[in-house]
């Protein structure tokens, strides 16, 4: 799937993707950060992290098979990097900042697919 119609206008969906992929490498990466500062696997931090990327995973997923569940992903993902991005933004500290970046930009990048 190249494009989603959207009022006559075609959405790369590609900016989706990408930003899925680089969203779910930074929640990747704070989690073994969070590991690696002794944080427990079952805290509410890695919950939410964890299920970031592995929502990311799915939408890229199902982006590429062009699935007729690929809106409600993307719309997950919307959601769900939104909590993020306000999560690593309050935390504070300066290596989130990266992580709350790349959430904001997957949802704004998946926006325009949740009104097709």
Known sequence: MSGVRLGGAT????????????????CEAAMKQLVASGMRAD???????RQCAELCDLNVRALRK????????????????????????????????????????LARACRPLLFT
């Open 11 to 26: 959405v790369d969906i590609n900016q989706c993707i990408v930003a899925s992929q680089s969203c779910q490498a930074s």
């Open 43 to 49: 805290s509410e931090p890695m919950r939410l992290l």
């Open 66 to 105: 062009d699935s007729q569940l690929s809106r409600r992903t993307a719309t997950l993902c919307f959601e769900l990097s939104n909590q993020v991005a306000r999560a690593a933004w309050l935390d504070g500290n300066v290596a989130s900042h990266g992580l709350a970046r790349d959430a904001l930009r």
